[in-house]
């Protein structure tokens, strides 16, 4: 968890500009840390960390060069919007949770923080990589691999960290 901070901080001072936006951007990688590791270990996304990245996002879109306060108030919306939608199909035609809440706060998050323009990418990206976690589980582990939970909220995080970089063009 210290190198993965690090990693991010580091990351994070060599691609942003020292602006507020380095100082959103620590702030943002830091919790997405913790988020993915709490979700890791006990399956579940704190409304104490989801919820105010989606207020801080709003507030920084306010900051940010295409002040589209709007459009990122639609991304947040219909972040959360999708994912419980999917959330609440999958509850009725499986009998079972399949996608907590948390995610889709999370998903409001990074609707907040990035625009609704981004927010296909970020899904389209942890979907990808939820994908390649459960291959690999089952590669290592067997079909057993398949009945057992997997925490969407880690692969989430890291396409969301992605995109900022790649929005604020510090990837790559």
Request: hydrophobic content about 65%.
């Amino acid at each position: 968890m210290i190198l993965a901070v690090a990693v991010a901080a580091v990351w994070a001072a060599l691609a942003m500009p020292l602006s507020y936006l380095l100082a959103a951007t620590l702030l943002l990688g830091w919790t997405l840390c913790v988020l993915s590791a709490v979700d890791f270990l006990a399956f579940r996304l704190p409304d104490i960390l989801t919820l105010p990245l989606v207020a801080i996002g709003l507030l920084l879109a306010l900051w940010l060069p295409e002040r589209d306060i709007i459009g990122h108030a639609i991304g947040a919306a219909s972040g959360f919007l999708v994912l419980y939608l999917i959330a609440t199909l999958y509850r009725q035609f499986r009998a079972r949770e399949g996608l907590g809440l948390g995610d889709a706060k999370l998903a409001a998050a990074a609707g907040a923080w990035l625009g609704w323009q981004a927010l296909p990418t970020v899904l389209l990206v942890a979907s990808i990589g939820g994908l390649v976690w459960v291959s690999l589980a089952t590669y290592f582990r067997g079909r057993s691999a398949l009945n057992e939970q997997m925490p969407f909220g880690v692969p989430l995080c890291v396409a969301f960290w992605l995109e900022w970089l790649w929005v604020n063009g510090a990837l790559f």
